[in-house]
């Protein structure tokens, strides 16, 4: 018997994003304009954004992360999130849920924010 609660072996713990969606590219460019106040990187270099998925109507659900629970901005990074993608042309409503699964990790950093943290 499987625990309901345990992902189903072959899932990923990352849901994909819509990368094929017209608007994906201009929408993750919205989330790099934003940064975590403690980071000189944006949150999408820093691998916070897990997952841009993008549906017919153009609603936007972002699932993030943020480095640490006790993250001092937890309650406003969400907004801030809201507030760069909504003008964004096309998008119809968009919708950030904060995860803890998987924990971030410094592997989740892109090449770039890894050079410009100086841990390459």
């Not at 189903?8 to 017209?22: C, F, N, Y």
């Not at 803890?100 to 943290?117: I, K, Q, T």
Request: with cysteine.
């Amino acid at each position: 018997m499987t625990n309901a609660s345990e992902p189903l072996e072959g899932t990923p713990l990352i849901a994909p994003s819509s990368v094929e969606h017209p608007l994906f590219d201009q929408i993750a460019d919205a989330c790099k304009s934003v940064y975590d106040p403690e980071i000189p990187v944006n949150i999408y270099e820093l691998g916070l954004i897990y997952t841009i998925d993008i549906n017919a109507e153009n609603e936007v659900k972002i699932i993030m992360t943020l480095t640490a629970p006790g993250c001092p901005v937890a309650g406003e990074m969400p907004g801030w999130i809201v507030d760069a993608v909504s003008p964004v042309p096309g998008v119809k409503d968009v919708d950030v849920e904060i995860t803890w699964e998987p924990p971030w990790g410094m592997e989740m950093m892109s090449d770039e924010a890894r050079l410009e943290l100086g841990f390459m």
